[in-house]
């Protein structure tokens, strides 16, 4: 499938309006665990404590049986999300809006409407965006508004080179890091994540042709949202994000930042001038 026109785009934006409410607790061994995964102090934390910012993306995630997932791991297409028949599936980006800190032992609903469904036609081939309105609240209110925008889109040659490196802005802030299988192994247990791009490598090379594990979006979001923080000594307000570029396991990377009029503009820099996100904070 090729193009835009063989999809049934009248059929898929069928779904806009479509809603989900789902509801999980925020437990003490989820924030540890979340905290040993991201290298943070994981001491036992108490009851009402401030979890880590990015924490919603670990509750609630759709538990599909074994007998109703699609070969690459995701339940299959359908349900809440249209049913988008293009075979890959990734995060493409999302803005979040921080009105309250989740803390532990909340009870946390989140509340998701599908807001618009677009198909376009990228380099790639054909490209289907669709947009996820979320709410996430406790007891107290609103904690967090967020977008998300997922894309999909057909197989492709992923050991294609990326484009040539950009001129990068120096960063005035830097942290190197590397995710190794281990980190990405444990970030998709958090999130019971079961998308074979991020453990798999026989199917991640062999199937979806790309060179290694893919380091998944949310998890370069959640580093980027905990480096801002921590460089400017306080949680953000606002947050906006999108994926520019795959992140492999066996690339090393930095998180970089640099001040701007509305805050501190973020990016992950591999060590071959490649950016893979870009973010925005602000406060």
Known sequence: MTEATELDVGALRGWIGRRETVRDMLTPRLVRELQATLDQDAAVPEDG?????????CLAPPAAPGSALGPDG?????????????????????ALRFHDRLRVDDAVERRSRIADVSVKRGRSGTLCFVAVDHEIATARGIAIAERQDIVYRALEDGSAKPPAPAALPRAEFRREMRADPVLLFRYSALTFNGHRIHFDRSYVTEVENYPGLIVH????????IEFAAATEGR??????????SP????????????????????????????RTMEAQATW
């Open 217 to 224: 979006g949310p998890l370069q979001a959640t580093l980027l």
């Open 74 to 94: 995701h339940p299959a297409r359908g349900g809440f999300l249209p049913p988008v028949p293009l075979p890959r599936r990734m995060w493409a980006g999302g």
């Open 247 to 274: 992140l492999f396991d066996f690339t090393p990377f930095a998180l970089c930042a640099r001040r701007n009029e509305t805050g501190l503009a973020l990016w992950i820099e591999t060590a071959d001038g490649i």
């Open 235 to 244: 949680a953000p307000a606002g947050f906006t994000f999108r994926g520019v």
């Open 49 to 57: 404590a401030k979890a880590p910012l990015a924490i919603h993306w």
